[in-house]
């Protein structure tokens, strides 16, 4: 199982981590998302890609990006 490490902006409290879990566990592939709000970051286990996870975060209004 692949990691995929992002960066997420947007989020202010913790509505915003369970919406951004849930709409990063929804994409195919991925099997679970662990999302933190300071600083900020998201760790992806699964086999999507990294374009799915940024547009599926983007879809709930927050941005992304993948972290080295």
Known sequence: MSETHLKITGMTC???VRAV???LEGVSG?????????PGEAVVHGQASAA????????EGYGA???D
């Open 14 to 16: 913790g509505h915003c």
């Open 30 to 38: 991925v099997e679970k998302a662990d999302v933190t709000l300071t």
């Open 52 to 59: 799915a996870l940024i547009a599926a975060v983007k879809e």
């Open 21 to 23: 879990t849930k709409a």
């Open 65 to 67: 990006a993948v972290q």
